[in-house]
């Protein structure tokens, strides 16, 4: 059974970090491509950042580029999302989310986490 459980949400303030965590089960994570995808209230989900499975490259929407770093550690079938000089723009729900397809798409992922919440305040 697949599973993709989110952790390392919450509330900090303006120009802080954090750092979200996706345990992955029933799949390896080097076998998808897979990333994050965030909905703000009132908003499209929008891909946040994501790995490829074609060449394991990592990608960023414009807004969190030099700011958020994505990573995986395959030994433990973990993905990461460490979020630095986080923005109250940045407030939204972040779903952990994996693909068959090469890239991530907001709307077309195979797999979701239930999401974690993530509330930046000004």
């Known amino acids: 059974q697949v599973q993709l459980v989110e952790s390392g949400g919450g509330l900090v303030q303006a120009g802080g970090s954090l750092r979200l965590s996706c345990a992955a089960s029933?799949?390896?994570?080097?076998?998808?491509?897979i990333g994050w995808i965030r909905q703000a209230p009132g908003k499209e989900r929008e891909a946040v950042s994501c790995?490829?499975?074609?060449?394991?490259?990592?990608y960023y929407t414009e807004p969190v580029q030099g700011r958020f770093t994505i990573s995986r550690d395959n030994a433990k079938n973990t993905l990461y999302l460490q979020m630095n000089n986080l923005k109250p723009e940045d407030t939204a729900v972040y779903y952990c989310?994996?693909?068959?397809?090469?890239?991530?798409?907001?709307?077309?992922?195979?797999?979701w986490g239930k999401g974690s919440l993530v509330i930046v305040s000004s």
């Open positions: 029933g799949f390896a994570l080097d076998d998808y491509a």
């Open positions: 790995i490829s499975s074609r060449d394991g490259g990592a």
């Open positions: 989310a994996a693909t068959i397809a090469t890239m991530c798409h907001a709307h077309e992922m195979s797999y």
